[in-house]
Each structure stands twice: as C-alpha cells, then as structure tokens.
C-alpha cells in the first residue's frame, strides 16, 4: 500500500469513534458522516508524519466540526425548523441506523442535549462520554480547562435534571397533570372536568387560545399521538412534557396547577420558544 492507502487504513480504524463523537454531539446520523467526511478531508491535506496522536487528532477535527454545526444551528432565523436527518445512500445513515444510534444513547439524553448551548452539550459529551481530557476540551471551545471543566459541569447538571432531588409538591402536580392525561386518553369527559380548574386556559406560544373547563375537556385530545417518544419534564418550573421526533424536542406542555387542579395549560411549539425553555426530564 502506499502512503495514502495507509492513511486511509490507519483512518478507517477510527471511524467508529469518531461517528459516535458526532453523533452524540449532534444527534443526527447524516450530520454525522459529513463531519466525519471533513474530519477525512481536512486529514488528507495534512503531512501525517506533523500528527502524534491520530486518534487524539481526529477526535479534536471532528468535535470543532460538530461545534461549528451547532453554532450555525443557533444562528438559523426564529421559526426555521432545522433539518431533519435524511437517509444516506450505501455509507451513509438509513432509518434503521438512526433508531440503532438514537436507542445507544438513550431518547431522553438524545431530547435533552439538544437544550444545552453548543459549547455545553461539547464539553459534556467529550468528557463524560468519551472521557477526553478538559485541556484538550479547552482547546476545541477556545476557553481555559477550568472553564472547559464548567461547561461539563453545567451540562451534566441539566442532562441528570431534578431526578435525584426528592420534591412532594412536584409530585404531587405530576400526579395531577397524569390524571388530566390519562383522562385525555380515555376520552373521560368527567374525569378531565375533575381535573380542570373551571377558569382553565389553554395557550399556545403565550396566545390564549381556549378559556374555561367545559371547552377544554371537550377539546382534550392525546397530546402525544403524533411524537415518536414522549417525556415527562420540567419545563420553566412547571410540571410538562416534553414531545420529540428525530431526537429533537418540538413540542413543551406546561402545566400550572392550583391546588388539585389544573388552571392553565402552555403549548410551546414555535422552534425558538422550545430552545428557550428551561428543561429538566424526569423520571416517572
């Protein structure tokens, strides 16, 4: 083999960690193999014999690309869905390679890595994923190692979200938002006025959009019907749910319980109220 089939090799060998590397950084298969492919072509352009560490190296390439990615996903207009993952011929991603990906992180991690600020859902990935020290961390984030070690920290904090903090009042409120929920299901007419405050609201992105008990149960439907997974939250200080397809938050429903009941519903689906929001899954 010559140079170049070597340096092919020796890359391939690679390959699997660094698909992971970006795909856990950017939750789509797709995004993934491009930044894998420029993490080839930015390789191939370089004197090999200038690289130590090749793994190290590429790990680095890679985590600025998926940065870069992340950052240009924040920079996109308010109200611009972003793209969704789209099925590769035979080296790229399929459906199947999607769901394998999505199920080897986790569909409540994949949610709620997309709510941290790129430099975060980066640092966290990098090192309590992949366990890449923070002075090379700093050196993707252009920040210092004790700052690269705070945005882990912060991301951390919102990936475990309040599961660990025992809260009988946000257990109490969860009990009644399931309630209303499964009543919903059911279609039980008299188990979501049971439910509802008779002042109840519904308002969807901050505009009332329904007013009062009766109305409300009658409009009632499975809020989650058409999300592939559904996760329980909490969403600005109110018990929620949060709806997700492709890994991606898209829909938050908050909440606001007086008492026993509920007294106003949110519906938050406009793409930048959603990232907006502060999010913390929980376990049921």
Known sequence: M????????RFEAQRP??????????????EADDAVQEAWLRLSRTDPGTIDNLG?????VVARVCLNMLQARRDQPAGVE?????????DGADPEQEALLADSIGPALLVILHTLAPAERLAFVLHDIFAVPFGEIAAVVGRSPAAARQLASRGRR?????????????????????AFLAAAHRGDFGALLEALDPGVVVRANGVEAVRGAAAVAERAFPFTQTAQITLPAVIDGAVGLVTAA???????????ITGARIAAIDLVDDPSRVAAAELALVSR
């Open 2 to 9: 010559d140079e170049h089939d070597v340096l092919a090799h």
């Open 17 to 30: 960690r660094l698909r992971a590397v970006a795909y856990q950084t950017l939750g789509s298969a797709s």
């Open 56 to 60: 190290g190296w590429l790990t680095t």
């Open 82 to 90: 972003l793209p969704e993952p789209a099925a590769g011929d035979g």
């Open 158 to 178: 919102r990936v475990q979200g309040v599961t660990s903090v025992p809260d009988t009042d946000l257990s109490r409120q969860r009990a009644v938002a399931d």
């Open 246 to 256: 492709s890994g991606r938050p898209v829909t938050l429903i908050a909440f606001t």
